[in-house]
């Protein structure tokens, strides 16, 4: 496959992700999605050193370290933002596929990852999907879940396989964590590693391109550990804002107490602007 090329096929030989992809859903989905993490988390944020990259031409593939069940979810949040004009693709345990199948209509397919049959569907239907000149795929590529903290950082070789057959695109690492920090709600945080180009670092074997893609994510993991720390959101570009405070009587007391000595009341317990 040459860089610009696009497959023309019947769409019933298309993978059934792409022929039941639905951009409304999408939309719905998306706003639905923002409601639900300002629910549950005192904010989204994506770090200003490691912004997303410009959107290029040409097959993306951005991979992943895996510590939480929000991971998905959180992934089309940020694609959303990061790469609006791409819709978004990735695997899911097809056991888990079959239980919400709706998950098919907003990207993504499933696969059985411990089997050979598995692992070939994998490659063939992400590379159908790369085809797609408007298409992303996100893979958590540690495939289980683990502590952002753990090293080294163990990829398994789901993506070295993919990309060492593709002759051109770019692939980004992205790391994420939730870590919490002086509000009740935890944060997701999330951070963009370097991009790099296919065609500029040719013929690897799968070995080696899975260390050096372990390597590119424990990078980017360890940079978004230091600014975790830190617990500055002024490091960070945030898409969604939470609600700050505990709630119920605590806050009720805290805003009486507030109005009693003239001042305006801030559920937030930082200091710092959130």
């Known amino acids: 496959m040459s860089q610009g090329q696009e497959t023309t096929r019947d769409p019933a030989e298309l993978p059934a992700v792409l022929r039941h992809y639905s951009p409304r859903i999408v939309r719905y989905f998306g706003r639905w999605l923002d409601r639900y993490f300002k629910k549950h988390f005192d904010g989204v944020r994506i770090s200003l050193e490691g912004c997303p990259p410009e959107d290029r031409s040409g097959a993306l593939i951005v991979y ?13 949040l940020i694609a959303r933002h990061a790469f609006p004009g791409r819709r978004m693709f990735g695997p899911m345990d097809a056991a888990a596929l079959a ?5 098919e209509r907003i ?16 490659l063939a239907t992400s590379r159908a999907i790369l085809t797609t000149r408007d298409a992303s795929l996100w893979i958590t590529a540690q495939g289980e879940f683990s502590d952002p903290r753990s090293r080294p950082v163990q990829l398994r070789t789901g993506v070295a396989h993919l990309i060492r057959n593709l002759e051109w695109g770019w692939v980004v690492p992205l790391a994420v964590e939730y870590p919490f920090w002086n509000e009740r709600a935890p944060e ?3 951070r963009f590693g370097t991009p790099f180009e296919l065609a500029d670092e040719p013929d690897r074997s799968t070995d080696e391109w899975n260390l050096s893609l372990a390597a590119r994510l424990t990078e980017t993991m360890d940079a978004l550990a230091e600014e975790s720390v830190s617990r500055d959101p002024g490091r960070f570009r945030t898409l969604v804002l939470g ?32």
Do not use: C, M, Q
């Open 64 to 76: 992943t370290n895996h510590p939480s069940w929000w991971d998905p979810i959180l992934f089309l």
């Open 99 to 103: 239980k919400y199948s709706f998950f």
């Open 107 to 122: 990207g993504a397919f499933g696969i059985d990852p411990f089997t050979r049959r598995g692992a070939a569907k994998f």
């Open 188 to 190: 997701a945080l999330a």
């Open 243 to 274: 609600r700050a405070g505990v709630g119920g009587l605590y806050d009720r007391w805290r805003k009486v107490k507030a109005w009693s000595r003239g001042r305006a009341f801030d559920p937030a317990h930082g200091e710092d602007e959130r």
